[in-house]
Structure formats: structure tokens, C-alpha cells
């Protein structure tokens, strides 16, 4: 079936470094691919979104290119901050009726 | 505040017991799906209704059912509950029938069966 695979963590990087999050999606159909976050006891919040190939999603200085030839939509940010520090999860739709198949999540730890 | 709410927030039980979990969809959204996360499984699609009727099926157990009342709230029932049970558990709503479009997710409930 469907899945999506992305780096667990948990990523602990520095104030103002650069972040990338590594996902990369089963082909099949067409689906559109989300970046979903979840800060400590909330649900979850979409984070940015791209439904076609080469489409850029992008929100709060977030960043994320649909990328057909490698199966891949890594999240990408300039300059961290500590307010990101959150569990970040990919996914993709199912195609039609079915939910959203999420990766595993990716706890990102910010230090100042 | 995505629009969703989910009651209760928390629910503790005992095993073998039944459980019935609340959603109210967004105003306006008809699709309301139903995930289950927890630590070993992550984040699974259980199910989802559209505008009433059962629109897909996920990993959802034969315990577990759910329905879509007229007013498009929606609630999951959990019965003969195990341990392995204990989870939080999200709905989200999208006003169409498809999952290509952005889900608006509640804050869950978190089961804990003892």
C-alpha cells in the first residue's frame, strides 16, 4: 500500500541553522502532499501543501518542492527558530475517498 | 483554533470496557475522518463518512465503528478495549469527499485503558 518514509529524530539543531527534513512518498497515482505539525499537546496544524509535480509549498519561512523523478518532498527552512521545535509530519493523500498516509513524524529540538 | 472540537479531551477506562468518542466538524465541512496515533503505530486513517455514509475504510478494527448523525457530527465507538487501545485519537474535516484537499484536524481525545 501507500507509505511515506522521513528521517524520526530527534533533530536537535542550534538557533538560526539551517533545517531539512528528508520524506519521500510511494508513486502511486497522483496525490497531494502535505507537511503537518504538531506542537506538545495540540493537534495537528498543516504547515504547508503541494498538490502537482514541481509545485512549491511554502508558510512561515517553511519550504517544500513536489518532486515526481525522486518521490520526495523534504521540508527545508533558512533560519530556525526555537519556537519550531515540534514533531513535523508528511504525508500524502490517499487518492479519492481514502485518509492521509503520514510518515513516522520528526521531533525537532531547538536549542538558543 | 482549527474549528474542530473533540470531547472529551481525556478518558480513562478499563479493559473490556466501551468508550464513545465526539467530533464536530468544521462548519460547513461534510467529510469527518477519524486517526488513531500512538507510539508504536504513528499516526493511522481509521475511517471517514461524507455527508452521512461511510466513505473508506483504514486500519480500523472490527471493535471500533463510527457514525455521521444529520448534523454532521460524528462520534467513534471503541468496544472490548485492550491496553494496546490506549492512544490519542484526531478526527478532521474537509468540506469535500476527498482527501487531496487540506484536513483541519481537532485537538484529539487521549485514551488511556487501564
Known amino acids: 500500500g501507500d507509505s511515506v518514509t522521513q528521517m524520526e529524530g530527534p533533530v536537535t539543531l542550534s538557533e538560526e541553522a539551517f533545517l531539512t527534513i528528508n520524506c519521500t512518498y510511494t508513486a502511486t497515482g497522483y496525490p497531494s502532499l502535505f507537511w503537518y505539525v504538531q506542537y506538545p499537546g495540540e493537534g495537528l496544524q498543516l504547515l504547508l501543501k503541494?498538490?502537482?509535480?514541481?509545485d512549491k509549498g511554502s508558510n512561515k519561512g517553511f519550504e517544500a518542492t513536489y518532486r515526481k523523478e525522486t518521490t520526495s518532498f523534504h521540508l527545508e527552512k533558512g533560519s530556525v527558530q526555537v519556537s519550531d521545535s515540534a514533531v513535523y509530519f508528511c504525508a500524502r493523500s490517499g487518492g479519492g475517498a481514502d485518509g492521509l498516509t503520514f510518515g513516522k513524524g520528526t521531533h525537532l529540538i531547538i536549542q538558543p | 483554533d482549527s474549528g474542530v472540537t473533540q470531547t472529551p479531551k481525556h478518558l480513562i477506562t478499563a479493559t473490556g470496557q466501551r468508550v464513545t468518542l465526539r467530533c464536530s466538524p468544521r462548519?460547513?465541512?461534510?467529510?469527518v475522518y477519524w486517526y488513531q496515533q500512538s507510539l508504536d503505530q504513528g499516526l493511522q486513517f481509521l475511517i471517514q463518512y461524507y455527508n452521512g455514509e461511510e466513505r473508506a475504510k483504514g486500519n480500523i478494527l472490527e471493535r471500533f465503528s463510527a457514525q455521521q448523525f444529520p448534523d454532521l457530527h460524528s462520534e467513534l465507538n471503541l468496544s472490548s478495549l485492550e491496553l494496546g487501545d490506549s492512544a490519542l485519537y484526531f478526527c478532521?474535516?474537509?468540506?469535500?469527499?476527498?482527501?487531496?484537499?487540506?484536513?483541519?484536524f481537532g485537538p484529539g481525545t487521549r485514551l488511556t485503558v487501564l
Open positions: 462548519s460547513g465541512d461534510l467529510s
Open positions: 478532521a474535516s474537509t468540506p469535500g469527499r476527498s482527501s487531496y484537499n487540506e484536513q483541519f
Open positions: 503541494a498538490t502537482k509535480a514541481d
